[in-house]
Nanobody, 129 residues
Framework: QVQLVESGGGSVQVGGSLTLSCAGF????????MGWFHQAPGEREPVALI??????NYADSVKGRFTVFKDISEKILYLQMDNLKPEDTGMYYC????????????????????????WGQGTQVTVSS
């Protein structure tokens, strides 16, 4: 059974780093695509996703600053967040779905909340100047 639990959030100054962790994927870890959504006031937006084959995808706003990766042996998902900016402030949710990520055409970033069946409770990240 999938019960996602995030950890690692906190407060950091602009330019700092944080590493978020997510556990609770259960025995079928290898079958899932997974990743992280960010919610500032407003909708939840995907920022970093990794498919069941291990290929990572990023929103333009975090490319070059965030890295999503898996520890397969421990069944943990990570989000390494570097060079943090005030606009990165918000809740970060770990998400998962069985199988591949939806196909986005033309290089678009088409992922939505509805594409992911499993969600954690979220962890707060605050970036201050």
């Amino acid at each position: 059974q999938v019960q996602l639990v995030e950890s690692g959030g906190g407060s950091v100054q602009v330019g700092g780093s944080l590493t978020l962790s997510c556990a609770g994927f259960g025995s079928s870890y290898a079958r899932y695509s997974m990743g992280w959504f960010h919610q500032a006031p407003g909708e939840r937006e995907p920022v970093a996703l990794i498919d069941d084959s291990g290929r990572a995808n990023y929103a333009d706003s975090v490319k070059g600053r965030f890295t999503v990766f898996k520890d397969i042996s421990e069944k943990i998902l990570y989000l390494q967040m570097d060079n943090l900016k005030p606009e990165d402030t918000g809740m970060y949710y770990c998400v998962a779905r069985e199988g591949r990520l939806p196909r986005c055409y033309g290089g678009s970033w088409c992922y939505k909340s509805s594409h992911f069946a499993f969600w954690g409770q979220g962890t707060q990240v605050t970036v201050s100047s």
